[in-house]
């Protein structure tokens, strides 16, 4: 059965560095999106992806993170410098189209020391 | 705006007993609702959603939920708990006809006890 993939699964990173984290969605899917969880606390959408374009994004999304599908497999979160606060799990998922079921990878687990 | 309610953030149950997890949640236009559960170190996985057809709604591992417009819940029931069922259960809610970001609550740890 196809899944969401995402590298790396664990990542360390000093404050002010940026990162880069990696999704591949679904092959057939059109629409991409980034959530992150932080430790005890809930889900929290971060952008939507669609047509190379943001189709919506939070306030948490400000000008430190972008998202880029460079080719036609890989979406990626960057974060440019990172804050200590920026530590989570970060979820990558994706749906056939707008309003389908989101399939989400097994996440990528971001720590800024 | 849209946003999900979790009422409990542990539920315990022993093994065979009904599981009932509940979600209320509030949408300004018909909602799209769902229920995700994540095993631990693991992501999220869709056990059951509701679009607007059947409000009763089946999903897998045994699992199902009922939309309740008047009471604005969507809570999610299991009549028998197995010990595998043990995660995190998360109710999330969509807009139906505009923005597809999901909205989560903040998730319910369902342990379950010999």
């Known amino acids: 059965e196809p899944e969401v993939t995402q590298t790396p699964s664990h990542q360390v990173t000093q404050m002010g560095q940026e990162v880069i984290l990696r999704c591949v969605p679904i092959?057939?899917?059109?629409?991409f999106y980034w959530y992150r969880q932080i430790l005890g606390q809930k889900v929290e959408f971060l952008v939507s992806?669609?047509?190379?374009?943001?189709?919506?994004k939070s306030e948490i999304f400000d000008d430190q993170f972008s998202v880029e599908r460079p080719d036609g497999s890989n979406f990626t979160l960057k974060i440019r410098s990172t804050k200590l606060e920026d530590s989570a799990m970060y979820f990558c998922?994706?749906?056939?189209?707008?309003?389908?079921?989101?399939?989400f990878g097994p996440g990528t687990r971001l720590l800024v020391l | 705006a849209q946003s999900v309610t979790q009422l409990g953030s542990h539920v315990s149950v022993s093994e065979g007993a009904l599981v009932l997890l509940r979600c209320n949640y509030s949408?300004?236009?018909?909602?799209?609702l769902f229920w995700y559960v994540q095993y631990p170190n693991q992501g999220l996985q869709l056990l059951l959603k509701y679009t607007s057809a059947a409000t009763l709604v089946k999903g897998i591992n045994g699992f199902e939920a009922e939309f309740k417009k008047s009471e604005t819940s969507f809570h999610l029931t299991k009549p028998s708990a197995h010990m595998s069922d043990a995660a995190e259960y998360f109710c999330?809610?969509?807009?139906?006809?505009?923005?597809?970001?999901?909205?989560f609550g903040t998730g319910t740890r369902l342990q379950v006890t010999l």
């Open positions: 949408s300004s236009v018909p909602p799209y």
């Open positions: 998922a994706s749906s056939v189209q707008r309003q389908e079921t989101q399939y």
């Open positions: 999330a809610v969509s807009e139906s006809g505009t923005a597809s970001k999901l909205t």
């Open positions: 092959s057939n899917h059109l629409y």
């Open positions: 992806f669609y047509n190379n374009e943001i189709s919506e």
